[in-house]
């Protein structure tokens, strides 16, 4: 079935009041007048992915109480944003990602344990982002928003066919960068897609004291970039949003921002404790309105759906975290001398006796 893409005359700067949607909390189909429904084995697929990318989050959680990763910045309760995000792309776009968009990584093919390498204190980017087409996991907030822009705008001028999709907390909307990435991409028409993941709190700053417009969508408004927003925990609705705004890049309709309304179930990370600034009731209603559950109970409702074919997705799932387990317990011997790789394309004289100094060290610790 083809997509529908909206002209150019019908995309408006304004957000709608309330969150678009196309299965609500309780797994029913709703109309939507903007958002057309996914073919069904694109929902099949984006089933697939979160309940392996869930199993992912909770086995990373593990490791991390296990000591194995420095920290974990758990996405769970956001895996709609985050799949959809992946599966909306093409195979010539590039995602950037935040710290927390872990599992976006593993959807869109990054190998799991390459994925974990920044978060266990290796490598500042355990991935090729060329061959898969993924920048490296931004830290600082925003800073990815002007990587996107940057490289959109490139590609465009270079005459390719490419598109970049940047993700974003509602924190990050607070920050200069994104401003900077929002405004240049409205003067350049620039082939990039701001998908804001609203979930709730900027480590314990709720949005309320971070923004003062309607949404975190408006913001688009001021630079004449077109906004949406819609519910973050619809699968099909975060995909759908997400395939039209990718579609109207690589035609040349410029920059679409995407609030996607979502929650962070768990802490920010393993050294946060979000009972200090959020109640448990308002926990427990998020986790009503979780997405895997709600595109769960319309697969079975369409019949597309039974107990072999989600058996069979737990079991490909629960594989797939047990090799996460072995390869992450193994241990891997590292070689010191890698401290000074890749800081430089010359070695600088202080790199160069710095890593004398270690190297001698090193022997002398082995005599």
Same mark, same amino acid.
């Given at each position: ?152 705008? @490139?590609?465009? &001028?270079? /005459? =390719?066919?490419?598109? %970049?999709? +940047?993700?974003?907390?509602?924190? $990050? ?127 079975? @409702?369409?019949? &597309?759906? /039974? =107990?072999?074919?989600? %058996?069979? +997705?737990?079991?490909?799932?629960? $594989? ?48």
């Amino acid at each position: 079935m083809a997509r529908t893409v909206l002209p150019e005359r019908q995309r408006s700067l304004l957000p709608s009041e309330s969150p678009l949607a196309l299965i609500d909390s309780t797994g029913v189909p709703v109309p939507d007048p903007v958002l057309e429904m996914p073919p069904d084995e694109v929902l099949l697929e984006l089933h697939r992915r979160i309940v392996i990318g869930r199993r992912f989050d909770t086995q990373a959680t593990a490791l991390t109480r296990q000591g194995r990763l420095a920290v974990y910045p758990s996405s769970r309760g956001q895996e709609a944003c985050e799949v959809g995000a992946a599966l909306a792309l093409r195979e010539q776009d590039w995602l950037f990602p935040s710290y927390r968009d872990c599992v976006a990584l593993v959807a869109r093919g990054v190998d799991p344990v390459e994925t974990l390498t920044l978060l266990q204190g290796g490598w500042h980017c355990g991935y090729d982002p060329h061959r898969h087409r993924v920048a490296p996991q931004c830290t600082p907030l925003a800073t990815n928003a002007l990587h996107a822009v940057g490289l959109a705008h @490139a590609a465009r &001028l270079k /005459d =390719e066919d490419t598109v %970049a999709l +940047v993700l974003l907390g509602d924190g $990050a909307t607070s920050e200069g960068d994104a401003h900077e990435a929002l405004n240049f991409a409205g003067v350049w028409r620039a082939p990039v897609v701001f998908l804001v993941q609203n979930n709730g709190y900027a480590i314990s700053v709720p949005v309320s004291k971070q923004n003062a417009a309607p949404s975190l969508a408006h913001k688009g408004i001021g630079y004449g970039v077109p906004s949406l927003l819609i519910d973050g925990n619809d699968p099909a609705a975060v995909h759908a949003a997400l395939t039209d705004a990718v579609d109207v890049a690589a035609s040349g309709g410029g920059p679409t921002l995407v609030e996607a309304l979502t929650y962070r179930v768990e802490a920010h990370t393993n050294a946060d404790d979000a009972t200090r600034y959020r109640e448990s009731d308002e926990v427990a209603a998020w986790l009503a309105r979780d997405p895997l559950d709600r595109l769960e109970t319309y697969l079975a @409702a369409r019949g &597309l759906l /039974d =107990e072999r074919r989600r %058996a069979a +997705v737990t079991e490909e799932a629960e $594989a797939f975290a047990a090799s996460v387990r072995e390869r992450m317990n193994a241990e891997v011997e590292t070689d010191p001398a890698e401290l000074f790789a890749h800081v430089h394309a010359r070695p600088t004289a202080a790199l160069r006796e710095q890593a004398t100094l270690l190297a001698a060290e090193i022997a002398g610790g082995a005599a």
